[in-house]
């Protein structure tokens, strides 16, 4: 594939400064410009051949239509959710990602969650902070021989699932595409939703969201689980239907839940947010010095890969991509596997 000319790189979220370097390195003019409304990128965005984004720039249709020499949008971090990827297919640019180099800090900050419902430490020192000393409010109960339902078993959800084992956690788990033999080498049981669901103590979710994983926990598949349940989500917003996780919250059908990520981010309606059975982080999942750093170099040095006709061996249609059943593609930067989506 003949080389593609990159000139000039928008970074327009906070992105780890080697991503700026390495790019600047190899004669490309980067402008970094962060928390720009809609009106302010679709003004600027014609300037420039690349655009660089985390979770929180949402690269619309207009933005794209706006985009007269736009050739590459590099996503530093996993999910492209925040990317219409078909728009960007239509006017050929290319879409692309760091999906593994943020799968640790992620897989760490569920566990974190975990540990944290069943621990109640965040109410904990809240209620310290307060001058109070109450030891019988937040009575916890072991993870040790508990089990967690791990739905999506893909980098993160393998990440997971061996971490909580050490605290000695059965874990179980569903994935459509994950062959049930590389689940069980990994020590989760593979099983369906079905036999799932009314098994576990714990359930985390680690898919992409999409049609078929919008609402997977949602009033009916709440009533489907034990009584208590305790949920996370450190995927996407909407996975675990937001309405439907209150409603089990005030049931007492679900007994606590973890949440790094909202349908809206920041989320207006707190009610979620504020209920005393759950605990929550403002999307910190890959806000790690060293999955930031990894994604950020990973995304300057696939840019400049790709502007330089390398490792192009692989590229395939950007429908590939859809789902997150990506195949992986291409080896830069880093020694990981990096997904890329061509149109
Ligand atoms: N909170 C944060 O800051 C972060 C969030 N993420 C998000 O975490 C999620 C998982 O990321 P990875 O593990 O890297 O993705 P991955 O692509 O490695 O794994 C996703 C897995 O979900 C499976 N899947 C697809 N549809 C499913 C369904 N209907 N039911 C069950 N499983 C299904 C896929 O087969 C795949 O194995 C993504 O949504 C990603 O955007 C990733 C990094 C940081
Ligand atoms: O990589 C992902 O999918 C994430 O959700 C991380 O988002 P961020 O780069 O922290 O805005």
């Not at 736009?70 to 990602?97: E, P, Q, W």
Request: proline share 4%; net charge neutral; aromatic share 4%.
């Amino acid at each position: 594939m003949a080389p593609i000319r990159v000139q000039s790189v928008l970074i327009s979220e906070s992105v780890d400064p080697r991503c700026r370097s390495i790019l600047e390195e190899n004669g490309i003019r980067v402008t970094e410009k962060h928390n720009m409304k809609k009106d302010e990128l679709i003004a600027e965005i014609k300037d420039y051949d690349g655009l660089v984004v985390r979770s929180a720039t949402k690269v619309t249709s207009d933005i794209i239509n706006a985009a007269s020499n736009l050739k590459i949008i590099g996503r530093a971090g996993t999910g492209v959710d925040n990317v219409d990827v078909d728009a960007a297919t239509k006017k050929g640019i290319i879409v692309m990602n760091t999906p593994s180099g943020n799968t640790i800090s992620a897989a760490e900050l569920t566990c974190a969650l975990i540990m944290s419902l069943s621990r109640h430490v965040p109410q904990a020192v809240m209620s310290m902070k307060a001058g109070n000393w109450d030891r019988k409010k937040f009575m916890g109960a072991e993870l040790y021989g508990k089990v967690l339902g791990i739905v999506g078993l893909g980098r993160i959800g393998k990440e997971v699932a061996s971490r909580m084992q050490s605290f000695g956690m059965r874990t179980i788990g569903y994935d459509p595409i994950t062959p049930p033999e590389v689940a069980t080498s990994w020590g989760v049981e593979p099983m369906s939703l079905e036999q799932l669901w009314p098994q576990c103590d714990y359930i985390t979710v680690h898919t992409p969201l999409m049609p078929s994983t919008v609402g997977l926990l949602n009033d009916e598949t709440f009533a489907k689980c034990k009584k208590g349940v305790k949920v996370v989500n450190c995927a996407r917003g909407g996975i675990i239907d937001e309405a439907a996780l209150l409603r089990a919250l005030e049931s007492g059908q679900c007994g606590g839940a973890g949440l790094d990520v909202f349908i809206e981010e920041p989320p207006k309606d707190r009610s979620l947010v504020n209920h005393p059975n759950v605990v929550s982080c403002p999307h910190l999942g890959a806000s790690t010095k060293e999955a930031q750093a990894r994604c950020g170099q990973d995304i300057a040095q696939q840019i400049v890969d790709m502007v330089n006709g390398k490792n192009l061996v692989g590229a395939v249609s950007c429908s590939v991509f859809r789902g997150h059943m990506q195949t992986n593609l291409i080896s830069s930067g880093s020694d990981q596997q990096n997904n890329i989506i061509m149109t």
